[in-house]
């Protein structure tokens, strides 16, 4: 019997959500939603195993321009079931509300219960930093920095199909 338990690291990224909106590109009255914001990619490793990372292009029948994250989020389900620890950063106010979302939307319950750490709640308790956004937490540490992007072009390019800019998410994920 092993009374180890199932370690899960993970992190996703989203498409943005659409909508229709009055006023200036930072002071916006949301008028109606027109789409949640759908899964992306997710990138998640066991602690001491392999490192899984998926996207919308990866899946058979994906067509340049689709959102369709059933599979994306029916795999990511599978895993944080397993999990009976998950490791996120800023996880509690963001990643594990927004596929919960998702899950109940394809129609799946929530995944079976487990322990949440958030690295940006628990440094935010202990820690006095000047920043707790990833990049400056892994620079303050000198364990690296988050990968550089184009910015919301690679979002872009991504629905607009092309392979580079998925390949490119999926690492930029997976770095994360």
Known sequence: MNDKPKILVWDVETFPATGYFWGSKWETNIIETLEQSPLLSFSAKW????????????????????????????????????????????????????????????????????????????????????SYSLDDMVKYFSLGRKMEHEGFDLWTKCLNGERSAWRKMKSYNAHD
């Open 47 to 130: 602690l001491d195993g392999k490192q899984i990372t998926k996207c919308l292009a990866d899946y058979s029948g994906y067509k340049k321009g689709s959102k369709d994250d059933s599979k994306l989020i029916n795999d990511l389900w599978r895993l944080l079931d397993e999990a009976d620890i998950t490791v996120t950063q800023n996880g509690k106010a963001y990643d594990t509300k927004m596929v919960n979302s998702r899950f109940l939307y394809h129609g799946l319950t929530p995944p079976s219960p487990s322990k949440t750490i958030d690295t940006k709640t628990e440094a935010k308790k202990y820690l006095k930093l000047p």
